[in-house]
Antibody, heavy 116, light 107 residues
């Protein structure tokens, strides 16, 4: 069974750094892109970017370029989404998903709360 | 960048009704369009890709159509388990933007 399992919920303060993860299993991890999607409270889905694990080729949405970093460690079939300095406006659910497009399946989501 | 809009933003219908949701792209995207269903508190699920191809396991009451700039998602007979938000996504060229979503509930 193809599965993406994300790291647990995080509560951080503004200005702190954070790296969340997404581990793939049940398929050859390096053969499929992994994408990240943000969903702010009560809002719609926002495409953040994608990465190809085989060579780390990464594409970002202009809205998120420079705000986050997408990376991968193919040796452990894990993709990452990281922030160097969180803002309160980064509070959201973050999903990873398999595929260049469309996305299928999706991880269970990681809730990130940024509050002083 | 290509913008995606959806209409209506929400709708309420009776069990058994046929409902249609529209997704529009600001420029032509051929058939590079997917539809997702997100039930309350749940993870999004792929329903349809390539505008009209049903993902494996998705009930046949769901269908998609369109090409270019105008697309539709139809539920032929609305069921209680279809209460969800439906979002389109274009993947013609990055960024692969999602539409704002259409919330569907039962009258």
């Amino acid at each position: 069974e193809v599965q993406l399992v994300q790291s647990g919920a995080e509560v951080k303060k503004p200005g702190e750094s954070l790296k969340i993860s997404c581990k793939g299993s049940g398929y050859r991890f390096t053969n499929y892109w992994i994408g990240w999607v943000r969903q702010m409270p009560g809002k719609g889905l926002e495409w953040m970017g994608i990465i190809y694990p085989a060579d780390s080729d990464t594409r970002y949405s202009p809205s998120f370029q420079g705000q986050v970093t997408i990376s991968v460690d193919k040796s452990i079939s894990t993709a990452y989404l990281q922030w160097s300095s969180l803002k309160a406006s980064d509070t959201a659910m973050y999903y990873c998903a398999r595929g260049y497009a469309p996305f299928d399946p999706w991880g269970q989501g990681t809730l990130v709360i940024v509050s002083s | 960048d290509i913008q995606m809009t959806q209409s209506p933003s929400s709708l309420s219908a009776s069990v058994g009704d046929r409902i249609t949701i529209t997704c529009r792209a600001s420029q032509g995207i051929s058939n590079y369009l997917a539809w997702y269903q997100q039930k309350p508190g749940k993870v999004p699920k792929l329903l349809i890709y390539a505008a009209s191809t049903l993902q494996s396991g998705v009930p046949s009451r769901f269908s998609g159509s369109g090409s270019g700039t105008d697309f539709t998602l139809t539920i032929s007979s609305l069921q209680p388990e279809d209460v969800a938000t439906y979002s389109c996504q274009k993947y013609h060229s990055a960024p692969f933007t999602f539409g704002p979503g259409t919330k569907v509930d039962i009258k």
